[in-house]
């Protein structure tokens, strides 16, 4: 069982809202990763951490900031929410760029 | 990272094996093939991964041909609960390569049927 936390699971907001998904982990580890999946859809990489202090973008452009101020949380972050924002999130986290990823639930977000 | 192609769709009766093809003819020596799974948009799971030699685990096995242009995921008795969206990844597994990322491709969606 991989010790990877997300919250919201579920969040259901209006235009213009700022809002922060969530992402822990308890495994010490330096490298984290958010994706974006629409349903159905192939995962994308928005925004990947080499460790603290460290961000970079992904392969997929994206209007989301995110930070890596401690190891454990890796927080995404939208200024003003759009319909067009709609979509899963998914955070991962590995020990090193080689090996295993490991996948939290997700956050699925409807921006209405 | 090597191109992989799989098919968008399997059916495997439940208590049989399920045998999930994956073509990466474009493979380079130090690339390494991975599978994981993703159960109705849940995070992926992690299931194997594999160089050149066979590899078995709890949970499937993973047969790579001899040339490594191709790998077979093996779920030696497939429940209902396997059903799944599965993806082969290949990528160079260095601990210093920063830009080595997992990329996922469309997967094959499997359906277990009882």
């Known amino acids: 069982e991989a010790d990877i936390y997300q919250t919201p699971r579920y969040l259901v907001i209006g235009t213009g809202k700022k809002i922060t998904l969530e992402c822990s982990q308890t495994?010490?580890?330096?490298?984290m990763y958010w994706y974006q999946q629409d349903p159905g859809m192939e995962l994308h990489l928005i925004h990947y951490?080499?460790?603290?202090?460290?961000?970079e973008k992904g392969d997929l452009s994206s209007e989301s900031t995110v930070s890596r101020i401690r190891t454990e949380h890796f927080p995404l972050t939208l200024e003003s929410a759009r319909p067009s924002h709609t979509s899963q999130y998914l955070c991962?986290?590995?020990?090193?760029?080689?090996?295993?990823?490991?996948f939290g639930e997700g956050s699925r977000l409807t921006v209405l | 990272d090597a191109k992989t192609t799989q098919p968008p769709s399997m059916d495997c009766a439940e208590g049989r094996a399920a045998n999930l093809p994956c073509n990466h003819s474009t493979i380079s020596g130090n690339e390494y093939v991975y599978w994981y799974r993703q159960i109705h948009s849940q995070g992926p799971q992690y299931i194997i991964h594999g160089l050149k030699n066979n590899e078995t685990n709890e949970m499937a096995s993973l047969i790579i041909t001899e040339d490594r242009k191709s790998s077979t995921l093996i779920l030696p008795h497939a429940t209902l609960r396997d059903t799944a969206v599965y993806y082969c990844?290949?990528?160079?597994?260095?601990?210093?390569?920063?830009?080595?990322?997992?990329?996922f491709g469309g997967g094959t969606r499997l359906m277990v049927k009882p």
């Open positions: 495994m010490g580890h330096d490298k």
């Open positions: 990844i290949v990528r160079v597994d260095m601990n210093n390569n920063a830009g080595n990322m997992l990329t």
């Open positions: 951490s080499y460790g603290v202090n460290s961000t």
């Open positions: 991962a986290s590995s020990e090193g760029w080689a090996g295993e990823l490991f």
